[in-house]
């Protein structure tokens, strides 16, 4: 009775241990995917710190008046006039607005902002109707003595009234070797609408 | 007899226990594999905007450089006061689709890759409140359609409506 009572507890912790061997081999992948998620989320963390700082510095820098940037680089000629590359804080302020770009501290991490200002020659090309033709046959625009492909202006091209801003977002990823470098790029336009 | 049924039971429930372990392994990892693209995607959109959102600005100043010709195309292709069949859209459309008003942007960095941009107007159109009058405030709408082929391969097509109030006032002398 004695022999058959120890052997069923020997049975026992066998069993035990086989599934503690099971358990573990099963939690180390576990382990493994749950330290890549942490990593990745960390990543993206990074990269919407990075993407939300673009947008919100493009934003401003769009908020501002037409030219204001450019007065101040000097103006003229039609650029590109380069804010921030050399990593040197630049900061421009309004009374309700303030741009920095160049080394930008956000949370945890440093990022590089760059913004790049060039001008944007344009024409614009429409068919025109003639006023005169059109009082003489209001209800007929057939009649109305169009003319196609107008281009405005008629001689060269209209500077000085559009530009175009790229904005680009650099840092280093948080991790052992010391970090991968990223970018993120934004580019948008402005007119002149406020003076017209 | 019983004893003996029970032999193996932990092994079993350990087993188990494992398996499920396993599929919730399997489940994460699907999950951290769709979350990537929505960040991507997040990512686009705030490009995409900011892209249409700028050339809708030269849209509008070619309305506020040459408004006389606009609302007369616009009125050639909808105005009320024209029977149907006089009615033509052409004009319109040339105001709309003029070159100037097509940007392909090529876009190169580390999150998305290089991906070219191309943002075209495709509409401007009047709203107005009091249609009986041509004076008075009224919304102008534009819109921009902007396609790209993400970095997975998929053609994607976004459209930005912007719309802006217009106070229409007459320059003509008043008597």
Redesign the interface.
């Known amino acids: 009775m004695t022999y058959r009572r120890n052997k069923?507890q020997a049975?026992?912790l066998t069993?035990?241990m086989?599934?503690?061997f099971?358990?573990s081999?099963?939690?180390l992948?576990?382990m493994g995917?749950?330290s890549?998620?942490i990593h990745?989320t960390q990543k993206?963390e990074t990269?919407?710190r990075g993407?939300q700082l673009a947008?919100k510095t493009?934003n401003t820098a769009l908020q501002l008046p037409f030219g204001d940037l450019v007065a101040n680089r000097g103006g003229g000629g039609n650029g590109p006039w380069t804010f921030g590359a050399t990593g040197v804080e630049f900061s421009y302020a309004t009374g309700s607005l303030e741009l920095r770009l160049g080394k930008v501290l956000e949370g945890p991490l440093e990022y590089t902002l760059v913004l790049e200002i060039r001008d944007e020659p344009?024409?614009?090309?429409?068919?025109?109707?003639n006023?005169m033709a059109?009082n003489n046959a209001?209800?007929?625009?057939?009649l109305?003595e169009?003319q196609?492909d107008v281009k405005?202006p008629r001689v060269g091209e209209q500077s000085g009234?559009?530009h175009?801003?790229a904005l680009?977002a650099t840092w280093f990823d948080r991790d052992s070797t010391g970090g991968t470098?990223?970018?993120?790029?934004?580019?948008?336009?402005?007119?002149?609408?406020q003076e017209? | 007899m019983m004893q003996a049924k029970r032999k193996g039971t932990a092994v079993v429930i350990a087993l188990v226990f494992g398996l499920l372990l396993l599929q919730m392994g399997i489940v994460y990892t699907s999950i951290l594999r769709t979350s990537k693209p929505q960040t991507s995607r997040i990512d686009e959109r705030s490009r995409v905007e900011f892209l249409a959102n700028g050339l809708i600005e030269l849209a509008l100043l070619k309305f506020r450089f040459l408004p006389t010709d606009f609302y007369a195309s616009y009125d050639a292709a909808f105005s009320p006061s024209i029977p149907p069949s006089n009615r033509n859209n052409a004009y319109l459309r040339s105001f709309i689709e003029d070159p100037v008003l097509t940007v392909h942007e090529q876009v190169e960095d580390s999150l998305l890759g290089n991906v070219q941009y191309n943002a075209q107007i495709s509409d401007m159109i009047l709203h107005t409140v009091a249609t009986s009058t041509w004076w008075g405030v009224q919304a102008l709408e534009i819109r921009a359609n902007v396609t790209f082929t993400s970095p997975e391969g998929v053609n994607v097509s976004r459209t930005v409506t912007k719309v802006y109030r217009i106070d229409r006032t007459s320059t003509a002398p008043v008597n």
């Open positions: 069923r049975v026992t069993e035990i086989l599934a503690l099971i358990l081999a099963a939690f992948p576990i995917v749950m890549t998620g990745g993206d990269i919407l993407v947008q493009l344009f024409i614009f090309n429409l068919s025109v109707h006023p059109r209001s209800d007929s625009p057939a109305w169009w196609d405005v009234l559009y175009r801003y680009t470098q990223r970018t993120y790029r934004l580019v948008s336009y402005k007119a002149r609408l017209l």
